[in-house]
């Protein structure tokens, strides 16, 4: 069984990328009346606490979401205003947290749940394979009575999406969904996995939005991946959105002491036409309160 459990790094540098592109482009695709159906391959946990101790053994979220809060909305001071994505993330998790300190962090089930519609219009699939994690997922979701809106399955998420793609035709016989995809990474063949998983997707089911998270470290499989999705949705005659943020290598870190990861990517295939200005004004700004050291960067690419 894996031993990758999310809670470690709930909150990093990766997850504000990766949430604050989520949210980015659920905002855009819900401003269309028509339904939507949300897919999260690989959901986690759901809902992390930032004094738990997971977090405090790894300690990740310093470096992430508390550090942007310290930066930009201290507990002593007027707020800082950021770009409108980051204040828009910031929004989100500080819902999450109405006594004001940062104990509690959504995870992407709860980030897609909180921008969902209520009226049951749009549906929420969740998978996760870790048992622990799948049935913790299954007790946060069970609190907010969510019915049928959101179901949790303790399978495959590469398989699992299948029985939801191409998903039912809304009203204006439009299909709409969108689909997270953001595996550990743990085991080698998670990269080939989602390079196959979208290539039969974007046959099945061309017109989706499609997220992916992936690691930016030296393997070859890594670095490989962001290619492979560029050729995949170029064959496909697809949009497609590349960001990185890069916090560079930690300074206080010594020469014996394992790096640990400093940066990571989203592959975003069909992104609405507004999540490139969103990341534009965003991605610097993320930098500069980030960045930490060796190796900072930013990138934004699009094509398609
Ligand atoms: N998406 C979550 C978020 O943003 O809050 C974090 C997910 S974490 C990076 C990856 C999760 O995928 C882990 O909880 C792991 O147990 C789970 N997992 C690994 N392989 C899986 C698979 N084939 N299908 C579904 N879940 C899987």
């Known amino acids: 069984m894996f031993s990758y459990r999310h809670a470690f790094h709930a909150g990093n540098h990766a997850d504000v990328l990766k949430h604050i592109t989520l949210i980015a ?66 929004d989100l998790v500080a819902s999450f947290n109405p006594s004001g300190a940062l104990r509690v962090y959504p995870g992407s089930p709860f980030v897609m749940q909180r921008l969902m519609r209520a009226e049951s219009r749009d549906k929420l699939k969740l998978f996760e394979l870790h048992p622990t994690d799948s049935r913790t997922l299954t007790a946060h979701v069970g609190q907010i009575e969510a019915g049928r809106q959101i179901a949790v399955a303790l399978q495959d998420g590469f398989e699992g999406m299948k029985a939801f793609l191409p998903p039912p035709p809304t009203a204006g016989s439009s299909r709409r969904a969108a689909v997270l995809i953001d595996p550990s990474y743990e085991v080698k063949t998670d990269y080939g996995r989602v390079s196959a998983c979208l290539q039969e997707q974007l046959g099945r089911f061309p017109t989706g939005t499609y997220l992916v998270w992936y690691p930016v470290i030296p393997r070859p499989e890594a670095h490989d991946l962001p290619r492979r999705l560029k050729t995949l949705a170029t064959q496909a005659k697809r949009p497609w959105l590349k960001a990185t943020l890069a916090i560079g290598q930690d300074p206080t870190h010594g020469p014996d002491d394992r790096p640990g990861l400093t940066a990571s990517g989203m592959f975003i295939i069909n992104p609405p036409h507004t999540l490139h200005a969103a990341l534009h004004a965003a991605l610097p700004q993320l930098l500069s309160l980030l960045g930490r050291g060796r190796g900072q960067a930013q990138a934004l690419e699009t094509g398609g």
């Open 25 to 90: 482009t659920l905002r855009h695709l819900m401003q269309k009346e028509a339904s939507l159906t949300l897919i999260d391959s690989h959901a986690g946990a759901g809902l992390y606490r930032l004094d738990g101790d997971y977090t405090e053994t790894g300690g990740e979220a310093k470096d992430g979401v508390l550090k942007l809060f310290a930066a930009l909305r201290p507990a002593e001071r007027e707020p800082t205003a950021a770009a409108a994505a980051i204040e828009d993330y910031m």
